[in-house]
């Protein structure tokens, strides 16, 4: 091949591949110089959000936006247009969707990174909640709040974020949870929409990125622990599935009182705790981030069923452990309704279900509403 | 009579966005390969304009800047990519194109579209601008912010990386 063949070939095929994927009659679509944009699920921060805040402002400052607007022919192009991008077709130019109109920060901000702890496509225990951490501690949650919609099954859900402090991951010291009044349905598709970007944090803040998620939720498994007959009793979609003996925590080790829901999972792990290392721990379903969990405990056979003698976590047979490792799933809840310890708290693990919904509504700490 | 209304010559944005949209895109789409990261990219170099229009008072400076951008942006469209693959827990769709994508192709073209996506960004770049958007040395260089000398270079090292590749494969 010369260079003038390869040159030809090289120009052919340059026109093809253009005029394929832009046809000579499709038409562009808005320009959209508001920095609202709706993007697949990311986790990664965009670095043209100050770019396009500095777009943004620099129209603004400059009064541009009046005589923009009358040069599209009224289009109003400060609202902008949310553009979804698509996953699996092919974009086609033009086909932007109306977003719900927020006006984008007017003023330089520093942005705020929003990042979701699940990804798309998993599957869930019911009393899973999202879980958002934000890069900076927010002042003002309501546009984040107001931005939100969460489907359940395609229909509008009635939930609401709850906001806390956050240890669980550097360089995030926001975390906001998630949650209907009560678990989600079983069985159910979950879609959340977050288009932030843009949008203010307060005074200052603005959000750098949009998120979407999309997950769906299994059985509705709810497991029961009973301190006084040690036992713990599963129902899955309103049937009962067994009565397990456990043995919870010692006197000077209780597990905490309240419903937790199961964080992580692990066949078999190491344990280390006061006094104790223990590897090989088998079928181990985590409940708060100190480390109680479900687990086998042949070493305490004897007092499963009967005596509270562990360090917090929930023993059992190791036949009975696997079960129900089998049978669980994270985001499944596990009720200790009477059991000697302090009061489980939101950030002692997942524990969204003992912040009553009045509470919750109030966004805890800083106001959704 | 009170005159508010004195007018600042500015480049019309708008209307050089309908202008020039459609190569826009078509030169965002040979240098990032998929359609949806070409149209943010070329969404963001007008809004990049959109900013700096009260600087550019000339339509032809004003294309040029929205086509440097374009080039830049999608440089970093696929180094975002790249990182995005080798931290695999980042979900980055539309990495690749969709399947029925180029299948209108001949396999002429599909064979050198592909042995180009697969050169080094600078030397895609030369490629694509000289040869698609039919830009000189010169033009090239000012788009890339380069010596006319690394155009000529880096469109040389691209042409026999591609003679090598397609060669292998005839």
């Known amino acids: 091949m010369t260079d003038d063949d390869l040159e030809r070939v090289l120009r052919d095929a340059f026109d093809a591949k253009a005029r394929t994927a832009v046809g000579d009659t499709t038409a562009p679509r808005p320009l959209d110089v508001s920095i609202r944009r709706v993007r697949p699920f990311r986790h990664r921060s965009s670095w043209l959000a100050p770019l396009a805040a500095a777009a943004v402002v620099a129209a603004l400052a400059a009064g541009l936006v009046v005589a923009f607007r009358g040069q599209l022919g009224g289009q109003d192009v400060v609202a902008g247009h949310a553009t979804k991008i698509g996953t699996a077709t092919p974009t086609i130019p033009g086909r932007?969707?109306?977003a719900p109109s927020s006006a984008p920060a007017t003023t330089l901000t520093t942005p705020v990174h929003v990042a979701l702890k699940f990804s798309d496509g998993s599957q869930f225990g019911v009393g899973?909640?999202?879980?958002?951490?934000?890069?900076?501690?927010?002042?003002?949650a309501r546009p984040f709040a107001a931005a939100t919609v969460v489907t359940v099954n395609g229909r509008p859900a009635a939930g609401a974020w709850y906001f806390e402090s956050s240890g669980a991951q550097p360089g995030y010291p926001l975390e906001a949870h998630y949650r209907l009044q009560g678990y989600w349905p079983a069985h159910s598709k979950i879609s959340m929409e977050l288009p932030v970007k843009g949008l203010s944090a307060g005074k200052g803040l603005a959000f750098d990125d949009s998120l979407t998620l999309a997950f769906s939720t299994g059985a509705a498994n709810i497991a029961t622990v009973d301190d006084t007959t040690h036992t713990l009793t599963l129902?899955?979609?309103?049937?009962?599935?067994?009565?397990?003996?456990v043995s919870l925590g010692a006197t000077n080790t209780p597990t905490r009182r309240g419903t937790k829901v199961i964080m992580?999972?692990?066949a078999s792990i190491c344990m280390t705790g006061p006094g104790y290392h223990e590897c090989n721990v088998q079928w181990t379903q985590r409940l708060t981030y100190d480390g109680e969990?479900?687990?086998?405990?042949?070493?305490?056979?004897?007092?499963?069923?009967?005596?509270d003698s562990s360090n917090g976590c929930t023993n059992l047979s190791t036949a009975d452990a696997a079960r129900l490792y089998k049978l669980l799933e994270i985001g499944d809840v596990v009720q200790y309704a009477n059991a000697s310890g302090p009061a489980m708290r939101l950030g002692d693990g997942y524990g969204d279900w003992n912040v009553s919904w009045p509470q919750w509504l109030t966004g805890g700490a800083l106001a959704t509403r | 009579m009170p005159d508010l209304a004195t007018p600042v010559?500015?480049?019309?944005?708008?209307?050089?966005?309908?202008?020039h949209w459609r190569s826009m895109v078509r030169l965002a789409v040979l240098l990032v390969d998929d359609l949806a990261s070409a149209e943010d990219v070329v969404q963001d170099a007008f809004v990049a304009l959109h900013r700096r229009s009260e600087a550019l008072r000339d339509p032809n400076a004003a294309i040029a800047y929205v086509r440097t951008s374009v080039v830049n942006l999608s440089r970093s469209v696929i180094r975002r990519r790249q990182t995005a693959r080798?931290?695999?827990r980042v979900a980055e769709p539309e990495a690749t194109p969709p399947a029925d994508h180029d299948v209108l192709l001949r396999d002429e073209h599909r064979a050198a579209l592909v042995a180009v996506h697969d050169l080094p960004s600078r030397q895609r770049e030369v490629l694509v601008l000289r040869y698609w958007a039919d830009l000189s040395e010169r033009q090239i260089a000012q788009t890339l912010?380069?010596?006319a000398g690394s155009v000529k270079s880096a469109a040389s090292r691209g042409m026999a990386a591609l003679h090598r590749v397609l060669g292998e494969q005839s």
């Open chain 1, 293 to 307: 969990y479900l687990h086998a405990a042949p070493w305490n056979i004897a007092n499963l069923g009967h005596f």
């Open chain 1, 96 to 98: 932007s969707t109306a």
């Open chain 1, 128 to 140: 899973i909640p999202i879980i958002a951490y934000l890069s900076r501690k927010i002042t003002d």
């Open chain 2, 9 to 19: 010559k500015q480049v019309d944005v708008p209307a050089l966005y309908q202008q």
């Open chain 1, 235 to 245: 129902v899955s979609d309103g049937t009962s599935v067994g009565t397990f003996p």
């Open chain 2, 86 to 88: 080798r931290h695999l």
């Open chain 2, 145 to 147: 912010g380069i010596s």
């Open chain 1, 264 to 266: 992580e999972r692990g």
